[in-house]
C-alpha cells in the first residue's frame, strides 16, 4: 500500500533541498521559506509568541527560522515616518509593534529579536547611524537614527550576521511621509562590506570586519541605496560622497560586484524634484565584474547624483562643480 506523503514534511524537505542546491542571487536559497512566511498572512488575530511559532515551528535549522521571522517582518510590518521624524520610540515594544502594524527601525529591531529568543537563536539589538539621502552626506546625525540586529550562529566571529528588517521592508521619501513597500532580500545575513558603507554602529565592537573608523568617515561616503545589496557592490570608487570637479575635467567612477548575471545598462541621474534632469545612459566597461564609466559634468553648481544599475539606484553622490 502506497504511505500517503505528509505535506507539511515534504514542504521541509523542499526547503532543505532548495537551500542546498540554490546558488547564485541571494534570494534563491530562501525561496521556500520566504513563501511559507508570506502565505501565512498577517495573522492579525495572533500575539507575537504566536506568530513566532507559526514562522518557526516547520523549521530546524536556524538560519531558516530566523529568515522567516526576517520575511514576515518585512512584509506585513511598514516604516512609520512619523514617529521616525519625531525620534518617538514609545510603541516600539515587540507587542506594539504587532498591534499597530507600523514602527520605528528600533521596533522592527526589536520585534525581530524577541522573535529569534523565542525560536532559541542568540540575536541583539544594535544602535546606530546610516544616510537616508544626499543631504546626510559630511553632516554627520547628532544621536542614532537607525536600529538593526545581529545575530550569532556559532563560536566563531565569521558566525556572526547582520539583518536589517526595517530597510528591507521598503524606502521612506525624503520627508519621511510616504512609505513604499518593497522587500529587498539582501538585508538578511547582509554581506558585511556594504553593510559596513551603509550603517555604523553607535558602540564600534558591533562592526563586524572593516569599515570606517569613525563616525565622521562614514558620513563622508556616499549613500548605498537598496538596489546595491542585490547586486552585490564592492570597492565603489569614488569613495567619498561629495566629489569636487570642473567643468573642463571628467569624474571616474567604478565599482565592482558579485551577486548579478549582468548589467546590461548604467544610468547617471544629475538633480532631484522638479530640477532632476533627465537619465543620461553611461557607456560602460565591464572587466569580470569590475564596473568603469566617466562623466564630464557640465553645469557649474552643487547637485545630487545617483547611479542606476538597470533602472535601480545603486549610489548617490553630491558634486560640487567649478569652472
Partial sequence: MMRKINLFSAFVLACIVTSISASGQHAQPY?????????????ADK??????????????????????????????????????????QKKTKPEDVVLNRKTTP??????????CSMGNIRCLVVDGFVKNNTDDIANPADEPNHSWNVVQLGQSPDE????????????????????????TSAYFFAERS????????????????????GLKDFYALPVISYAAYEIGLKKPQPILGMIRSSIKNKVEFSFNYINYTEIKGINLIIGEGSRQLKP??????????????????????????????????VLQYIVEVSE
Fill in 280 to 313: 543620461e545612459p553611461m557607456n560602460f566597461t565591464d572587466n569580470a565584474g569590475t564596473i568603469r564609466f566617466g562623466y564630464q559634468f557640465k553645469r557649474e553648481d552643487t547637485y545630487p547624483v545617483k547611479i542606476e544599475v538597470d533602472g535601480k539606484t
Fill in 47 to 88: 500575539n507575537v509568541a504566536q506568530i513566532a511559532d507559526s514562522l518557526g515551528r516547520p523549521f530546524e535549522d536556524k538560519k531558516m527560522k530566523a529568515r522567516a521571522y526576517f520575511t514576515w517582518i518585512a512584509h506585513f510590518i511598514a516604516l512609520d515616518g512619523k514617529a521616525i521624524r519625531a525620534n518617538d
Fill in 160 to 183: 556572526w550576521y547582520y539583518v536589517d528588517a526595517a530597510k528591507a521592508s521598503g524606502q521612506l521619501d525624503k520627508k519621511m511621509i510616504q512609505f513604499s513597500p518593497n522587500f
Fill in 106 to 115: 528600533l521596533g522592527f529591531a526589536q520585534l525581530f529579536q524577541e522573535m
Fill in 194 to 213: 556594504i553593510f559596513n558603507l551603509d550603517h555604523f554602529p553607535d558602540n564600534k565592537a558591533w562592526q563586524l570586519g572593516d569599515g570606517p573608523k
Fill in 31 to 43: 525561496t521556500n521559506v520566504d513563501q511559507y512566511a508570506i502565505n501565512l498572512g498577517a495573522l
